[in-house]
């Protein structure tokens, strides 16, 4: 059982930088797998990012080369910093503990989601 809570969504425009954070309410030592995921209006859910507990990463090429995410145990963290934003971009994203990556799909745990807008 873990509790995560998003944070760090808003409002920016066009070309800015966002940076989601994560908390999760114990250790995340132990998962092995922490993401993102999206979800704009009238379209499905999407996986946007994963980091493995050894660091590997995957990305949707929507946002390679303009997101990064990475994961702090210590912490209880897992962070989602983007940059260059584009209006498509605009969704709801979700914290999601244990991505599965074959066959891909989510963990059973969630945050609330953080609304991330991007404006032209």
């Known amino acids: 059982q873990v509790q995560l809570v998003e944070s760090g969504g808003g409002l920016v425009q066009a070309g800015g930088s966002l940076r989601l954070s994560c908390a999760a309410s114990?250790?995340?030592?132990?998962?092995?797998?922490m993401g993102w995921y999206r979800q704009a209006p009238g379209k499905q859910r999407e996986l946007v990012a994963a980091?493995?507990?050894?660091?590997?990463?995957n990305f949707a090429d929507s946002v390679k080369g303009r997101f990064t995410i990475s994961r702090d145990n210590a912490k209880n963290m897992v962070y989602l910093q983007m940059n260059s934003l584009k209006p498509e971009d605009t969704a709801v994203y979700y914290c999601?503990?244990?991505?599965?990556?074959?066959?891909?799909?989510?963990?059973?745990?969630w945050g609330q989601g953080t609304q991330v807008t991007v404006s032209s």
């Open positions: 999601n503990a244990g991505v599965r990556p074959y066959p891909s799909g989510p963990g059973a745990y």
């Open positions: 114990r250790s995340i030592f132990s998962i092995s797998a």
């Open positions: 980091i493995s507990r050894g660091g590997a990463t």
